[in-house]
């Protein structure tokens, strides 16, 4: 698959690139597995003087020593001796960028905490005494949220304040994922379409894979998810390991209800018979893996709120795949499939919902996009979507079958949306659909 979209990535990369040639400068970029960061990070770097060093949890010795096999390879960067230290390591970069620019990229950067968690400290003391008069180009790259956060985003963290910018890559938008797959099959239906987002998300190496397996339909990308080699069967996994290292088992019952549907604070409490503020709290603020929804415009102190899992992919992983290792492990990749497609139209409603929020958002028509209920959970709107400042907005019935849509229902709801908050908006109503995508 062709490279797709990022322009604004590319060019503030390589605007960094070349105010590195005044003075140093620190990115730091952050984003979740396979969302395509190093892909971005190597293309902007094309024709320019480089070093890709991936962060892999060896000694510090062990790494150092790769990195001087690295250096010597890809700047021609001469390093006499054997250096066991990343202090001294870093110290000669900052010395020899001093003479010549050059970019060193630093992947899955939060590994070094765990190789040794001095290293922080000795690069804050070495950048603090050379960036002003170095020319590197310092790039930290990292797939795992809540380390990157501690190390960059805690003010009692050495790092803290040293990189000159910082940005998240996210997965693709709605309209790039609609170019992607007009490459690859124009005729392609919008059942096609929601299958692929429901799936991936918009994350660049599962639409890849997805694309150069040639499954451009819903029956052939389910398929390939459930097959015996399936990537897809063990990423969930992979990635809430990774986060979370021997400290899963009450965060994998979270999620897991929470994708079937127990997304209030008293039903997760009351299925695991223990108080989890603090878990939710952690996936929600440290790991950015759940969302806490409240009804669009209520006080920010309302109780009344759900969660739900902020990633697509996941949220299809816990529904689907993590529940049924059973099956698995035994080899019953076709009941595996079956269940899948009992229960696909209904989980498919609930996306086509995400996904019609997601594509007016990125209109950049409304200030705000979500839904609304009321205290006992009733009186439910798809989406309503407002613009603050022109007081116009729209509230949306979503069906998957446009001849279930009735605007009837949908005027009667908004009726009853508390006039001291949507008093001064006018809303129109509307019915969105498969149609519609």
């Known amino acids: 698959m062709r490279f797709y979209d990022r322009e604004q990535e590319m060019t503030l990369l390589q605007d960094i690139e070349r105010q590195s040639k005044n003075h140093a400068t620190f990115t730091v970029l952050m984003g979740r597995r396979r969302v395509g960061k190093t892909s971005l990070i190597m293309r902007s770097l094309q024709g320019l003087d480089h070093a890709y060093l991936f962060v892999s949890k060896d000694s510090e010795a062990m790494l150092c020593r790769k990195f001087q096999e690295t250096l010597e390879l890809q700047l021609n960067l001469r390093v006499y001796g054997s250096i066991t230290h990343f202090r001294d390591l870093f110290e000669m970069i900052m010395r020899e960028s001093v003479q010549r620019p050059f970019t060193i990229v630093l992947d899955e950067f939060q590994n070094l905490q765990k190789i040794n968690p001095a290293i922080f400290s000795e690069m804050q003391d070495i950048w603090d005494r050379y960036h002003t008069y170095s020319h590197l180009n310092l790039i930290a790259s990292g797939s795992i949220t ?111 209800l929470i994708a079937n549907g127990a997304n209030r604070r008293g039903d997760i409490d009351g299925a695991l018979q223990k108080d989890t503020g603090v878990y939710l709290a952690n996936l929600e603020r440290n790991y950015g893996m759940i969302s806490r929804i409240k009804p669009l415009l209520s006080a920010a102190h309302s109780k009344i709120s759900s969660y739900e899992i902020t990633d697509a992919f996941l949220r299809f992983w816990f529904r689907f795949i993590c529940p049924y290792q059973s099956l698995i492990e035994s080899g019953q990749h076709k009941l595996l499939r079956q269940n899948i497609s009992t229960h696909y139209e209904q989980f498919s409603g609930k996306t086509l919902e995400r996904y019609f929020q997601t594509q007016l958002m990125e209109t950049g028509e409304y200030t705000q996009v979500g839904n609304w209920w009321d205290r006992k959970g009733e009186n439910e709107i798809d989406i309503v979507a407002i613009n603050e400042f022109t007081c116009e907005g729209i509230a949306v019935e979503v069906k998957r079958n446009e001849l279930k849509i009735s605007m009837h229902i949908l005027a009667e709801k908004v009726s009853k949306l508390p006039p001291q908050q949507f008093g001064k908006y006018h809303l129109q109503l509307q019915g969105l659909s498969l149609n519609d995508m």
């Open 146 to 256: 809540s380390l990157m956060k501690s190390i960059f985003e805690d003010d009692n963290q050495p790092l803290y304040g040293r990189p000159t910018h910082r940005f998240t890559l996210r997965p693709f938008t709605i309209s790039v994922l609609k170019q992607i797959f007009a490459d690859h099959i124009p005729n392609y239906t919008n059942e096609d379409l929601l299958c692929l987002y429901m799936i991936t998300g918009g994350v660049a190496k599962y639409v890849e894979l997805l694309m150069d397996a040639g499954c451009y339909t819903k029956e052939k990308m389910l398929n390939y998810v459930c097959r015996l080699d399936s990537y897809f069967l063990t990423e969930g996994r992979d990635i809430i390991n990774t986060e979370f290292g021997t400290d899963y088992n009450t965060y994998y019952s979270i999620l897991q």
